[in-house]
């Protein structure tokens, strides 16, 4: 059956960046949050084999399953590349997961994080693409796709060899729309030509695009005064054809008030919306902050257990307020049970997995610089 985006819910629920409770995933806030959102007639869960090591699988089968009927609800979750030697690690994972969820099969399956280099390489070396459809014949899989963090020109590629993928799922948001790294517009535009429907991850940029600069936010104050930040964020995105689902990692009870209200009944962005963001993002990209969204792919590997995006964080923070002595304090106490910036041996393996594709040895090189003094 043909994916068909009008039929799918506007916002989806990200099971990233679940609230904890002394290192562990807080179910029950996890329960209410999902009732919350369920109520208001939403379905869309995405999980992966990685997130929340592993255990964010498993809330699936704990605040989902047996509390909703099966058909009340879709999840989707991923086959990670750097899991993968062989072929057989394919239905390891895959039966790992089946596993954790308690599910006999998934509405979405995608191949994670596809780009340049390892990651794709991976999966046309173990032949994951036809693998992933035949569990698709086999009744496991309903719709198949993948995540992209590469090129405008491998995503032509990838589809050109590909034509059984159904969708996709694209980092787009207001502030990487023309960046050149991450390049959501060209992807976007790729997308919509060939008609593949989109899923959209980090609409709001692992939260930058929710705690801007006092200035920034007054814009968006000035024009909607009701408005919180991260829904000018939310209908950047929601305002674009094609789209499928737009995820939202949510963390709190407050977040998923925010998202239910901005797509309950969801309005589109005007003209004049449209001037207020110009205006947000022509002032926000002078301040040239470090693209970093949180994705925590660099600290699992980190031989010296550094928190590399919660510091970036910290140098953000100093990039925007220069006379700010909260990072340092920061800094200070996360540092206290885990690596500093200085203590990176540049092994390389944080970039090897970056989405983003950032300099990261040569950024904790300023963030030691900025915050160890």
């Given at each position: 059956?043909?994916?068909?985006?009008?039929?799918?819910?506007?916002?989806?629920?990200?099971?990233?960046?679940?609230?904890?409770?002394?290192?562990?995933?807080?179910?029950?806030?996890?329960?209410?949050?999902?009732?919350?959102?369920?109520?208001?007639?939403?379905?869309?869960?995405?999980?992966?084999?990685?997130?929340?090591?592993?255990?964010?699988?498993?809330?699936?089968?704990?605040?989902?399953?047996?509390?909703?009927?099966?058909?009340?609800?879709?999840?989707?979750?991923?086959?990670?590349?750097?899991?993968?030697?062989?072929?057989?690690?394919?239905?390891?994972?895959?039966?790992?997961?089946?596993?954790?969820?308690?599910?006999?099969?998934?509405?979405?399956?995608?191949?994670?994080?596809?780009?340049?280099?390892?990651?794709?390489?991976?999966?046309?070396?173990?032949?994951?693409?036809?693998?992933?459809?035949?569990?698709?014949?086999?009744?496991?899989?309903?719709?198949?796709?993948?995540?992209?963090?590469?090129?405008?020109?491998?995503?032509?590629?990838?589809?050109?060899?590909?034509?059984?993928?159904?969708?996709v799922q694209i980092q787009l948001n207001y502030a990487d729309w023309d960046n050149q790294v991450v390049n959501s517009g060209k992807l976007y535009e790729i997308l919509l030509r060939r008609n593949i429907p989109m899923i959209i991850m980090e609409p709001v940029k692992g939260g930058?695009?929710?705690?801007?600069?006092?200035?920034?936010?007054?814009?968006?104050?000035?024009?909607?005064?009701?408005?919180?930040?991260?829904?000018?964020?939310?209908?950047?995105?929601?305002?674009?054809?094609?789209?499928?689902?737009?995820?939202?990692?949510?963390?709190?009870?407050?977040?998923?008030?925010?998202?239910?209200?901005?797509?309950?009944?969801?309005?589109?962005?005007?003209?004049?919306?449209?001037?207020?963001?110009?205006?947000?993002?022509?002032?926000?990209?002078?301040?040239?902050?470090?693209?970093?969204?949180?994705?925590?792919?660099?600290?699992?590997?980190?031989?010296?257990?550094?928190?590399?995006?919660?510091?970036?964080?910290?140098?953000?923070?100093?990039?925007?307020?220069?006379?700010?002595?909260?990072?340092?304090?920061?800094?200070?106490?996360?540092?206290?049970?885990?690596?500093?910036?200085?203590?990176?041996?540049?092994?390389?393996?944080?970039?090897?997995?970056?989405?983003?594709?950032?300099?990261?040895?040569?950024?904790?090189?300023?963030?030691?610089?900025?915050?160890?003094?």
């Amino acid at each position: 059956m043909k994916l068909d985006v009008k039929k799918m819910p506007k916002l989806g629920f990200g099971l990233m960046r679940l609230p904890e409770t002394d290192g562990k995933i807080d179910i029950e806030r996890v329960k209410g949050m999902i009732d919350s959102y369920m109520n208001a007639g939403f379905n869309y869960f995405d999980t992966a084999y990685v997130y929340h090591g592993g255990n964010s699988e498993r809330v699936i089968k704990e605040a989902l399953l047996g509390r909703y009927p099966r058909e009340s609800f879709t999840v989707a979750t991923k086959l990670p590349a750097w899991s993968l030697k062989t072929e057989d690690d394919r239905e390891k994972v895959f039966n790992e997961q089946l596993e954790r969820t308690g599910l006999d099969y998934f509405d979405y399956y995608l191949l994670h994080s596809l780009e340049d280099g390892s990651n794709y390489d991976v999966y046309e070396k173990l032949d994951c693409f036809n693998w992933c459809m035949k569990k698709k014949e086999e009744g496991k899989i309903r719709h198949f796709g993948f995540s992209f963090h590469g090129t405008p020109a491998l995503l032509e590629k990838v589809l050109d060899l590909h034509p059984e993928v159904e969708f996709v799922q694209i980092q787009l948001n207001y502030a990487d729309w023309d960046n050149q790294v991450v390049n959501s517009g060209k992807l976007y535009e790729i997308l919509l030509r060939r008609n593949i429907p989109m899923i959209i991850m980090e609409p709001v940029k692992g939260g930058t695009l929710a705690n801007l600069s006092p200035d920034l936010d007054e814009i968006f104050k000035t024009a909607r005064p009701d408005k919180s930040t991260a829904s000018w964020a939310m209908r950047f995105c929601g305002s674009f054809e094609g789209i499928g689902t737009i995820l939202s990692g949510m963390s709190n009870e407050e977040q998923v008030a925010d998202n239910l209200s901005t797509f309950t009944n969801f309005e589109p962005l005007t003209d004049s919306d449209k001037e207020a963001i110009s205006k947000v993002l022509e002032k926000m990209l002078a301040a040239k902050l470090i693209g970093c969204t949180s994705c925590r792919y660099c600290v699992n590997g980190c031989p010296q257990n550094i928190q590399i995006p919660d510091i970036f964080g910290a140098v953000n923070t100093l990039r925007k307020f220069p006379g700010d002595n909260r990072p340092r304090f920061f800094y200070g106490s996360l540092t206290g049970h885990s690596g500093k910036a200085s203590d990176c041996i540049e092994c390389g393996q944080c970039e090897g997995v970056c989405p983003q594709h950032l300099n990261i040895i040569e950024l904790l090189k300023e963030a030691a610089e900025k915050l160890e003094k």
